[in-house]
Nanobody, 119 residues
């Protein structure tokens, strides 16, 4: 069962912007926090940002001030606006519900969307 479908990735130059989207097929969407995670080549998947059902947000330090997470409960979608992109932001980006803190809720991940920052 596909729970999350990510899109919006691509290749951009350093300093560029991208907006990622995630459609969620979970009945509890309105009640849970949602998050974005990323996995760079050869590294583990790491937390990037989360948003509660009351629109409180949390970011990993390296993206604060550059990334903005938002959600649309009516459409069961989560977004990640990324600006001032850096080479180190290159990764496959995934969304998931958040169990607590930065921990993902579901073990089933979507296919992700590739973000490549390169000149």
């Amino acid at each position: 069962q596909v729970l999350f479908v990510e899109s919006g990735g691509g290749q951009v130059e350093p300093g560029g912007s991208l907006r990622l989207s995630c459609g969620a097929s979970i009945g509890i969407f309105d009640y849970v926090s949602m998050g974005w995670y990323r996995q760079a080549p050869g590294k583990q998947r790491d937390f990037v940002a989360s948003i509660t059902n009351n629109d409180n947000t949390n970011y990993v330090g390296s993206v604060k001030g550059r990334f903005t997470i938002s959600r649309d409960n009516a459409k069961k979608m989560v977004f990640l606006q990324m600006s001032s992109l850096k080479a180190e932001d290159t990764a496959v980006y995934y969304c998931n519900a958040v169990r607590t803190g930065t921990q993902h809720m579901f073990d089933s991940w979507g296919q992700g969307t590739q973000v490549t920052v390169s000149s």
